[in-house]
């Protein structure tokens, strides 16, 4: 079980407002205990911060507003101490506008070696002042923008398929490839144990850069994008992963490329992790199958039909750093928000006890299920998204490029309460916290959670080590018929029962030892299965269909 840390949001030591290596470091502690195998960490590179670190100005050194070289160090030390794993966030289809290859190019002519690093293009029309396609930015807006030349006058554009200060490189030229190859290495030699790749579907792009009719930020109407798009997909990218296969297994049988490619069908997605390529790809049509039972029971059986095909596991995640947190998304009936738009004061308001206690059963549902799984920083607290957000403090880059049409991803990024008592309830005792922290906070905080044993951290302590305990990582899965009644789920992994109760009644819990239960606070009658809950079962015998 990978869990992800979000820097900035984790915990601030030096009381600058935003989370730095030196805090993770000082609370690893507590992941240990919570029982996870390894960490992710969002990018923590050299970055202007126009994308939160997803723009990178230089791979090989931390930010100073993390810290240093010598502080991620230190965090390597605690974590070997305490056990842990590190995988760290490579960010290859694109970097800073402010990276020295990306001024070279706009220093240098056109045709030039500096330009060829990334994708500059003459526009169309007489006057070149056309883009060159009519692909969109995914925040918005078009995804080239045009330079300026030495002399004054409108010169080339470039590509861009985030925002405008994050230049796609060029994956068609060589020494982007070697660039990487000294980036992966870099890390390994730290002592990584592996690499989350960032939009790991997009680094090759169709050649000619053709026109895209579908949406043109490569998405289709479903939210992934179709077999067609010319920016995903392609086929050359599968070399780059085996050729970085190749690199980490130098380092040993145990480092690992985690995709975070956003394909379809899942059948494609299985091409990401074949036995000489990915380790592991995030399962999100898993994701956005939410609490919709068919989908869900759908997408389980072909993902593992799929990922069984290429031998290997799949990656299961309800809740990341780019998306509402799933206690609130629950927390709707229907559909809640749309991916990267967020919540505000102005929308319809979830129903935030409903959305944790439902979110305390999907999760529960997942961690039953064979395979890996990531959980997202504050999830294991429950934490709702930040909604009330000054539209001044949005900082996702989405917000500005649509003119606050969509909110962006800012809500699920808000620092984490650490301690109740404390000022920012603990994420740091110095300047204000970058995004304001809900008033919730002060319940959700992990000191008082961690004193009672009925809440949602003590919940996730108890499913990771049954999870652990009964290897059910490594299990395998088959539908418990006479539990999928259209209003609930339930599976067998081995000799564990996971049923999911999603029906207004309460369910009768068929005979077996109940190992757990996502509520931890039980009254009345033990063998009902309350609405919105997930429990899981020691269960002799394969029950009746
Ligand atoms: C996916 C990352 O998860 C997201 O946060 C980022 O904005 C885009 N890729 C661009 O790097
Ligand atoms: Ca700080």
Redesign the pocket.
């Known amino acids: 079980m990978i869990y992800q840390i979000y820097p900035r949001s984790f915990r601030d030591l030096n009381g600058d407002g935003i989370g730095d290596l030196a805090g993770i470091t000082s609370e690893l502690g507590h992941l240990a205990e919570l029982g996870v195998d390894a960490v992710w960490l969002?990018p923590f590179y050299r970055s202007p911060q126009r994308?939160?670190g997803?723009?990178v100005s230089d791979y090989c050194d931390v930010d100073p507003l993390f810290g240093t070289l010598a502080d991620f160090d230190a965090m390597m030390i605690r974590t070997q101490e305490l056990g842990l794993r590190v995988i760290v966030?490579l960010?290859p289809?694109?970097c800073s506008d402010q990276h020295a290859a990306f001024q070279a190019a706009l220093a240098a002519a056109p045709n030039s070696a500096e330009r060829s690093m990334f994708i500059f293009r003459d526009g169309r029309g007489e006057s070149g002042d056309l883009p060159p396609n009519n692909w969109e930015s995914?925040?918005g807006g078009p995804a080239w923008t045009r330079t300026t030349d030495a002399d004054g006058q409108p010169g080339q554009w470039y590509l861009h398929?985030?925002?405008s200060s994050?230049p796609d490189f060029d994956w068609d030229n060589p020494a982007v490839h070697a660039e990487f190859e000294r980036v992966l290495r870099f890390w390994l030699d730290r002592g990584i144990a592996g690499f989350r790749v960032?939009?790991a579907h997009a680094l090759v792009k169709a050649p000619g850069l053709p026109d895209w009719h579908g949406l043109a930020n490569g998405n289709s109407s479903e939210g992934y994008p179709g077999e067609e798009a010319p920016m995903f997909g392609q086929p050359a990218l599968h070399d780059i992963y085996r050729s970085w296969r190749l690199i980490l297994a130098e380092y040993g049988p145990d480092r690992i490329l985690c995709a975070?490619a956003n394909v379809d069908p899942l059948p494609r997605l299985a091409h990401w992790v074949r036995p000489d390529e990915m380790h592991q790809a995030f399962n999100f049509p898993y994701l956005h199958a939410g609490l919709d039972l068919g989908p869900l029971r759908s997408v389980i059986t072909e993902s593992l039909e799929s990922l069984d095909a290429v031998g290997a596991p799949s990656t299961w995640v309800l809740s990341?750093?780019?998306v509402v947190r799933h206690a609130t998304r629950f927390g709707y009936d229907g559909h809640g928000p749309r991916d990267g738009d967020g919540i505000g004061t102005e929308d319809p308001q979830p129903d935030e006890e409903l959305g944790r206690t439902r979110a305390a059963a999907a999760t529960m549902f997942m961690l039953g299920l064979p395979g890996g799984a990531y959980l997202y920083q504050g999830e294991e607290l429950g934490l709702p998204d930040g909604i009330d957000i000054p539209s001044a403090l949005r900082q996702?880059?989405t917000f500005a490029r649509t003119d606050g049409e969509r909110l962006g991803?800012d809500g699920c990024r808000v620092p984490l309460p650490w301690r109740a008592d404390q000022e920012h309830y603990g994420f740091g005792d110095g300047a204000t916290p970058w995004l304001p922290q809900p008033e919730s906070f002060a319940r959700l905080s992990r000191d008082l959670q961690a004193s009672s044993g009925t809440s949602h951290l003590a919940l996730y302590r108890s499913m990771l080590a049954l999870r652990r305990e009964l290897d059910l990582g490594r299990g395998s899965l088959q539908w418990a018929e006479a539990w999928c009644t259209g209003s609930s789920l339930a599976y067998l992994n081995g000799n564990v029962l996971v049923v999911m109760n999603l029906n207004h009644e309460p369910l009768e819990l068929p005979s077996g030892a109940i190992l757990l239960r996502s509520s931890l606070d039980v009254q009345g009658n033990q063998r009902l299965l309350s609405p919105g809950q997930t429990a899981w079962l020691q269960i002799a015998a394969k029950p009746a269909e």
Do not use: G
Request: aromatic share 12%; glycine share 0%; no cysteine.
């Open positions: 969002s994308d939160a997803y723009d966030d960010v289809n694109h995914h925040f398929l985030f925002d994050q960032d939009v975070e990341n750093h780019d996702d880059p991803r």
